[in-house]
């Protein structure tokens, strides 16, 4: 199955007072490339976390994304009343002994949250991070995955009907060069025989006609021809038969530009090179597009 490197996919769990949340978002890259950004709460899972995801999603540069909000009353912060206290009646004895009026000017208002700021004031209270929190944070990545992958697959499919689609049109620009074969050896003849006239050179007819023979042969493409006629069936072999072929693919395509770069050094012909040229250009297209395939 086809698949694109290029997805997104979300998924929410609910456990408890909690709504833990997973978005992954993923773009095309040579290697996997996997980022994890999660909160310190679960930073004990990370390890297990990141080898479910590199499990599914192989080759691709990933950002993962969890976080989670409180969606009953738990609390996980407290005042530490008796330090708030004592700061507050350090301070009102220093306001007393400077002659300072608290509640009558603006250093008043300020008060409390400069207190709250200060050391042991506010205490986060230590979560611990359950069995089943931990399951559902588990199965909130694979449904984020499973989501993921569905992305990818109908984007691969939209892709390499695209590819596809331009092999063919490769293989028709290859039959079209066909017609201009005949003629260009013609006149490949012609042009010889027109030069050594314009010479004035005396030569033996038989041995002008094998010398040009040799000529036209070193120009023949019938060789390109069968050799890109069988890539591209082999082409569409591998993107029909195996699964995350985009590697094998690319390296096909390289032979295929082979095929027709040589076809365009053999062509000596106005025609059959801008032929060569839209076969190039198409094929540049295919590489491109093979660069997003999984």
Known sequence: MIKSMTGYGKSEAVVG?????????????KQLDLSIKTPSIY????????????????????????????????????????????????????????DIDLYGSAAGSGIVPAILRLPEVVQNETVSVSEEETEALRKALCEALDALDSFRTQEGATLI????????????????????????????????????????IPVDSNRLEQEMIFYVEKLDITEEKVRLQNH??????????EENPGRKLGFIAQELGREINTLGSKSNDAQMQKIVVQMKDELEKIKEQLLNLL
């Open 17 to 29: 007072d909690k709504k833990i949340v997973v978005e992954i978002r993923s773009l095309n890259s």
């Open 43 to 98: 930073r004990q899972c990370e390890y297990d976390l990141r080898n479910i995801a590199a499990k599914q999603l192989q080759r691709g540069k990933a950002d993962i994304y969890i976080s989670y909000e409180i969606t009953g009353n738990a609390n996980t912060v407290t005042v530490n009343k008796a330090a708030f206290a004592d700061y507050l009646s350090q301070i009102k004895e220093i306001a007393t002994e400077s």
């Open 161 to 200: 009907a695209d590819i596809l689609k331009r092999i063919d049109k490769i293989e028709a620009l290859k039959d079209s060069v066909t017609p201009f074969e005949k003629a260009r050896t013609e006149t490949i003849k012609a042009r010889i025989r027109e030069n050594i006239e314009s010479v004035g």
């Open 232 to 241: 591209c069936k082999y082409f569409r072999e591998v993107a029909k038969s």
